[in-house]
């Protein structure tokens, strides 16, 4: 009996000591991969940048060597590891996984240095396409509303949105959609000032038509009989539970969904209008927005970019101050 339990506790030892095994070699693997990943970024989005063009001799195949040239480098230096890893782990069988985990805190490190990022966008706009060429253009228009803007009146603007933050972001995360976009929302239709407006808007969010599933949705949600846009709470939700509706409609093209909320049921909606002109993106359908405000998406991403810049800044620095520009475009455009 004593020698079987003695056999037995060995046996769970063994096993035990296994797993931790196992658990360091997951490890040293994760780091390994996240050191490789950094890697391919900083190559990869430099030889985007260095043979940007469409030329095949000038452009095409030397970027292609570039990736080969990675691939090569990647494979010498994995061998090199091996090599590390077998004086490594003699003496210690946790020092490949922790020297494998120091490595990749260095990467990350560098992942958040400006050289990197830069590596970043040039492989964003080498792999995106138009869809990153559209991106681009519309974050581009923000920061140069912004710029425009009078940030004395953003300002003020700003202060008299703090007491709807919390239902705004409240509704937001109801129905999955950018709390900041919401709030850039609010500053374009009301400027936070609720108010009934001539053409039938209501509240903070100046509501008219909303989708009958949208408000079905909040009437659900809220458990109420019918919904007020005249509650301040309620006409919140109704906004995040349109705004995801056009969202949806339009798969998730952010531009295109503050167009079709601006639009509304208008001529049939934003969906209609791109169907009768052959319209596909918001380079497409902008020409035949001559009567409708085609700005303004870029006027509520403007509002809540600077929303963003307020919580994060502290203030709205002035654009064109300075290193003010590059610092701006690093935080990025709500919901871009």
Do not use: K
Not at 17 to 24: C, I, P, S, V
Not at 87 to 94: D, G, Y
């Amino acid at each position: 009996m004593a020698g079987r339990t003695g056999r037995e506790r060995r046996r769970t030892r063994g096993r035990a000591a296994a797993r931790r095994g196992w658990g360091w070699l997951a490890v040293e693997a994760a780091a390994l991969c996240a050191i490789a990943f950094v890697g391919a970024i900083a190559s990869l989005g430099r030889g985007a940048d260095r043979f940007a063009g469409v030329d095949l001799w000038a452009n095409l195949l030397p970027f292609a060597a570039v990736t080969v040239g990675f691939g090569v480098v990647l494979a010498v230096a994995l061998r090199g590891w091996i090599g590390v890893r077998a004086w490594l782990a003699p003496r210690a069988a946790v020092a490949p996984a922790l020297v494998a985990a120091a490595l990749a805190c260095g990467a990350g490190w560098w992942a958040t240095r400006p050289p990197f990022q830069r590596d970043l966008l040039r492989l964003r706009a080498a792999v995106g396409g138009t869809v990153e060429a559209e991106r681009v253009a519309i974050a581009h228009q923000v920061f140069a509303a912004y710029r425009r803007a009078d940030r004395r009146a953003l300002a003020r603007m700003l202060e008299r949105a703090r007491p709807y933050e919390a239902l705004v972001r409240e509704a937001a995360g109801a129905f999955g959609v950018d709390a900041e976009v919401m709030m850039g929302v609010g500053a374009a239709e009301s400027s936070f000032l609720p108010r009934d407006s001539a053409d039938g808007g209501r509240g903070l969010f100046q509501i008219t038509a909303p989708p009958a599933e949208a408000v079905a949705a909040v009437r659900r949600r809220l458990g109420i009989a019918a919904a007020d846009p005249g509650d301040p709470r309620q006409n919140a939700w109704l906004a995040a539970a349109t705004l995801a509706r056009y969202l949806a409609d339009m798969r998730g093209d952010l531009f295109l969904g503050l167009l079709a909320y601006n639009i509304g049921p208008h001529n049939g909606g934003l969906r209609s209008i791109m169907a009768r002109y052959g319209a596909r993106d918001f380079v497409t359908i902008q020409p035949y927005l001559q009567l409708l405000p085609r700005d303004y998406p870029v006027r509520v991403l403007s509002a809540a970019l600077a929303y963003r810049l307020s919580r994060t800044e502290g203030e709205l620095p002035a654009y064109e101050v300075g290193d003010n520009a590059a610092r701006i475009q690093r935080r990025g455009v709500p919901g871009l």
